[in-house]
């Protein structure tokens, strides 16, 4: 198969599809794969670094695009890569779809077949893909919500751990699942306050097991639980998602008339749309504003800004996929695997995931290998 890596385009994004390591798995079998240039200088990979796993460098990401019949990305396409994107071809990347109508439709337009990253299943009912960037998310917003509650920075002027004799900040974190637990590691780990808000009873159970002798406070969540929560809290993390679909709106403009001065938000969820109210995306150039007095940090790619880290993380979790859609044929792998045909979002100029459908407001089709 013709596989290739475009470099990404996204503002500040040095992340990219393909290691040196993957390249030389999939050309030991076979395999052709086609590296934009310079799609790795950003995390210190070069172009021979790729040509010495057995790749090939091609000047523009159009040369990639119109030599690959699988391109392997890791941002949402914007929309000037969607136009190069073919009905012959498949693209597997995160996508996001469920916040953002002008790339599905882009999408659908192609005619290409697109599988999202963080729609593909696994057999315990994880979502595999997701999670090594939901892990980057988890721990990332500890420390950017630390960052931003300096007072430089518009927060409150308050050490995360406090020292002694000084109360640590308040640390609230909604949602259990992968991006949750991480950001609560790290919270304990800072020293903090932390309380933990989950929907789940295993689940709960689960995290008041493993963390709750270390003092963190793991509660069913409800709206009033919530509400009373974010209004002492000093930083809010929302780590909130359902697959495919928007994220919840859990905290309300409203809410934050009673928020302290200062307070933080991180919006893990802002790739779904967002948990907040009011949060709308930022980039790293850019990270924060501020509404009634909290300060809102929204990247809509976190990980993002630890892009070595995150890379190699991905790849990890990419590679057997990738593996499979080549050896097999996309269209054969899927027919085998339920857990890859799940991450088909787009199709023959239709969605096809039933939750970015409704949340769009389009038609929804079943995809048929």
Same mark, same amino acid.
């Given at each position: ?69 699988? *391109? ?31 790339? !599905? ?8 077949? !697109? *599988? ?56 609230? *974190? ?8 991480? !950001? ?57 998602? *359902? ?57 809509? #790619? ?39 045909? #799940?991450?088909? =979002?787009?199709?023959?100029? =239709? ?19």
């Amino acid at each position: 198969m013709k596989i290739g890596a475009p470099k990404e385009i996204k503002t500040r994004e040095y992340r990219v599809g393909l290691t040196p390591g993957s390249v030389a798995e999939l050309t030991a079998r076979g395999h052709d794969v086609f590296i934009e240039s310079s799609a790795g200088h950003g995390i210190g990979i070069s172009d021979d670094d790729y040509v010495d796993a057995g790749g090939r460098i091609l000047k523009t990401a159009k040369d990639v695009f119109d030599a690959a019949e699988l *391109i392997v990305k890791v941002k949402e396409p914007q929309l000037s890569e969607c136009a190069m994107l073919q009905k012959d071809q498949t693209l597997f990347t995160y996508l996001h779809l469920a916040a953002d109508k002008p790339q !599905a439709e882009a999408l659908c337009k192609s005619g290409c077949l !697109a *599988i999202a990253y963080e729609t593909v299943t696994s057999d315990d009912g994880r979502l595999p893909l997701l999670q090594p960037m939901s892990e980057v998310a988890g721990r990332m917003s500890v420390q950017v919500g630390a960052s931003s509650l300096q007072k430089a920075a518009g927060g409150r002027g308050l050490l995360l751990g406090g020292v002694p004799g000084v109360a640590p900040a308040k640390v609230v *974190i909604l949602g259990g699942g992968v991006a949750g637990e991480n !950001a609560l590691q790290m919270a304990i780990g800072a020293r903090a306050d932390v309380s933990l808000f989950e929907r789940s009873l295993p689940r709960i159970a689960e995290l008041d097991r493993l963390y709750g002798p270390h003092g963190a406070k793991i509660t069913y969540s409800t709206q009033l639980a919530v509400q009373e929560a974010v209004r002492d809290a000093d930083l809010v993390i929302g780590a909130v998602l *359902i697959p495919g679909a928007a994220a919840p709106k859990l905290v309300t403009r409203v809410m934050l008339k009673d928020m302290k001065e200062g307070a933080v938000l991180v919006d893990i969820s802002i790739d779904q749309g967002g948990c907040f109210e009011t949060s709308k995306p930022t980039t790293h150039d850019d990270p924060t504003y501020e509404i009634d007095g909290v300060v809102h940090y929204c990247v809509a #790619n976190m990980p993002g800004g630890v892009p070595l880290t995150s890379t190699y993380a991905l790849n990890n979790a990419t590679l057997p996929f990738i593996l499979r859609l080549a050896e097999n044929g996309v269209h054969h792998a899927l027919a085998e695997c339920s857990h890859l045909k #799940n991450g088909v =979002n787009v199709a023959n100029g =239709n969605i096809t995931h039933e939750a970015v459908a409704r949340d769009l407001k389009m038609s929804f089709v079943p995809y048929t290998s």
